[in-house]
């Protein structure tokens, strides 16, 4: 008899860096560091549970939102202000930061 699981088993991710986390999102690609904090389907990107970048379904362009001290939408945490400098300065990419 085998037991109920409580979640859904995931594909397992391989963790790369946060600066990684944020490529990968500017290509569409999934991915996670090591401690699941920053993570992105390759169309969102999240800090925690705090969606902070999505991707435009007509253009494709990757929009963050400024979570930040200064930002339009204010600040969450230091290491959501973190996630958010990833993704707004990706070597290679464009982002729209609103």
Do not use: E
Not at 49 to 58: E, F, H, K, R, V
């Amino acid at each position: 008899m085998t037991r109920p699981t409580k979640h859904v088993d995931r594909p397992k991710i391989q963790p790369v860096t946060n600066d990684d986390v944020a490529a990968r999102w500017a290509q569409g690609v999934p991915g996670t560091n090591h401690r699941k904090t920053f993570h992105t389907d390759g169309t969102k990107l999240y800090s925690y549970n705090l969606m902070i970048g999505d991707t435009c379904p007509d253009t494709g362009a990757k929009v963050v939102k400024d979570y930040t001290a200064r930002g339009t939408y204010g600040f969450s945490s230091q290491t959501t202000s973190c996630h958010v400098g990833k993704a707004r300065y990706i070597p290679g990419y464009q982002t729209i930061v609103v």
